[in-house]
């Protein structure tokens, strides 16, 4: 076994043990993928300060994220298909996350289902939600997600049609997979991956494959979602959405000032600046580049949290020393799944826990809580120069 001290280890055990329709679908942006590059680049762009003889003993990771205490402020972020990445990789993830002490993130596009997730972990988790068409099927998701005890509802705005990630229609990218030659030929260099499969609990989307009638295709993540994601999506029903739920909501997927302020007045807990991992509007800027004006916007008034390029505990230090009160890690937990299942995720979360700690320790500071603009060196022209 491979010495592991960082998120790109666990990325290349990965990609050697995942099939490479399942490795690609995770590592794709979307068209030139200039976003999905931006969301990393951008971070190492911003310099920490780096601070001596301070007291460093007594460190704390531990923060809130919607009023839920947590061990640090990095979410699992919702990620679909991830039971296509391990064997009942939803139950595993949450596993590792439930003992970890941060919250876990259920995708719509999830392969175990909620109640598959909550029986598993018996501890709540978050749930993340796509709306679609059929809105008898979204209320009867939303209850699905209160009957099993989720804490917040996470919605998703997005996604409500899809980037295009080139890879994904080259690879017929379909859960479980089609058996095409190609794919044959690759499945059979993924051994270990196959035998998990084949006692796995499920290998089609859990949440909608038998609770929804009359689909023609579930398997398709490109077909199901040209078909049933609502276009219609707008802020007066998420207002209702919201209402229906009656607990925390999350909505993830803001970019812009304007947006922020919108989902302030629609009275959202939290919002997560966000561009889908470089997944959805290629051409957008990163995260991380557009929290500064979001915080301006709203940050006294809505908890801002980030996603989108976070490798190491650095990102997370930067992030919230941007000003974030959270962040979420997709990417890199998918790459601990994929690579080693439920210790692979723990795994992933230890060397970030490790790397923010570490990182704050030499920045001068002694808790998560107390970090700021002061601990960062940003450039000068980072936030960019455009025309009004
Ligand atoms: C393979 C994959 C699948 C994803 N599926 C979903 C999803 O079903 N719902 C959602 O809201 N976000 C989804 N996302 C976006 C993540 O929640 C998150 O915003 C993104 O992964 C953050 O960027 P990072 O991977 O660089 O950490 C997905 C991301 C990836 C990589």
Redesign the pocket.
Known sequence: MPVITNIDDLKRIYQRRVPRMFFD???SGSWTEQT?RE??SDFEAIRLRQRVAVDMSGRSTTSQMIGQDVAMPVAL??????GMQHADGEIKAARAARDFGVPF?L????INSIEDVAEATGAPFWF?L?TMKDQDYVSRLIQRAKDAGCSAL?I?L??QILGQRHKDLKNGLSAPPKLTPKTIANLATKWAWGIGMLGAKRREFGNIVGHVEGISDASSLGAWTNEQFDLTLDWAKIAKIKEQWGGKVIL??ILDAEDARMALKVGADAI?V??????QLDGAISSIRALPEILEAVGDQIEVHL?????SGQDVLKALAMGAKGV?????F?YGLGAMGQPGVTRALEIIHRELDVTMALCGETSVQKLGRHNLLIPKDFRGKWEA
């Open positions: 679908y995770a590592e999905f969301n990393s972020a919702p990620v679909g298909l991830t993130t995708s719509t596009m999830s993340q796509y996470v998703t997005d996604l993830k997927g997560v966000s561009n889908h991992g470089g997944r996603d989108s390029g976070i490798r979420y890690i997709g990417r890199a998918i």
